[in-house]
């Protein structure tokens, strides 16, 4: 696929309204850190020309899943990037993770989407023209949504870890490889999608920096350095 136009970022700040997400000893939510980043990252995002951001929610308002989903369904995304903050009962865990869906949750995502013909989901162009002219073919359907899958997988990895290695600038990293989940807000199957735990806010050292604008403008520009050092290097192509 030939780069046009720009990188489209959708970038989803967990929670919100009536769901707080997780709550810090010091009363900090989840919520508000999630949205607050993501805020920042729109902004640093915006200002660079390879990209154009969008928010799922830019105030605190609480998001259905389905609506934050649907954003995928008729907007032509290149990444989802959904924004949240960890938690755990032992307050001496910190540090950041990357989640990525499951091989099983997107397997039964593409038969689901195959099965049920009323559902309509736009994929990128070119997927889109073998869809058309092959309307009732069925296995070269899935067979394209699986290696299309395989390379959304593929691109998610390599850019989680690009993060990593920003992030391991300003926080310990424990890990350098992304966790899998059967999670709904990653199992579009039209849309590489990613969830990054930005810290614990249940580690009172942690809970104390999210709250401060310096770091969450850090984290901010963290994200922002790794979305722009994965695809500039990316000159023609977007995956
Ligand atoms: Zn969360």
């Known amino acids: 696929m030939k780069r046009t136009k720009k990188i489209t970022i959708l970038i989803d700040p967990g929670h919100g309204g009536q769901d707080p997400g997780s709550i810090g000893h010091r009363g900090l939510k989840e919520k508000e850190i999630t949205l607050k980043i993501a805020i920042q990252l729109k902004k640093l995002l915006d200002k660079d020309k390879l990209f154009n951001a969008v928010l799922t929610r830019n105030n605190d308002s609480y998001l259905s899943l389905k609506k934050r989903k649907n954003f995928l369904k008729y907007q032509n995304v290149n990444l989802l ?135 969450q403008k850090k984290i901010a520009n963290t994200i922002y350095a790794s979305l722009k050092n994965y695809f500039q290097n990316k000159s023609t192509s977007v995956f």
Not at 138 to 165: H, P, R
Request: glycine share 2%.
């Open 81 to 215: 990037l959904s924004i949240h903050v960890d938690s755990s009962q032992k307050s001496y865990v910190s540090g950041i993770s990357i989640w990525i869906v499951s091989n099983n949750r997107m397997h039964r995502e593409i038969n689901n989407f195959i099965k049920n013909k009323k559902e309509k989901i736009y994929f990128y162009k070119n997927i889109e023209d073998i869809f058309k002219n092959n309307k009732n073919d069925i296995y070269l359907k899935k067979t394209i949504l699986d290696l299309q899958f395989n390379n959304f997988q593929a691109m998610e990895i390599k850019l989680s870890s690009c993060i990593f290695q920003e992030f391991k600038k300003i926080i310990k990293v424990n890990k350098i490889k992304p966790n899998y989940a059967s999670l709904g807000i990653l199992s579009s199957i039209n849309t590489p999608s990613i969830l990054i735990e930005t810290g614990f806010i249940t580690n009172f050292e942690e809970e104390k920096k999210l709250k401060t604008i310096a770091y």
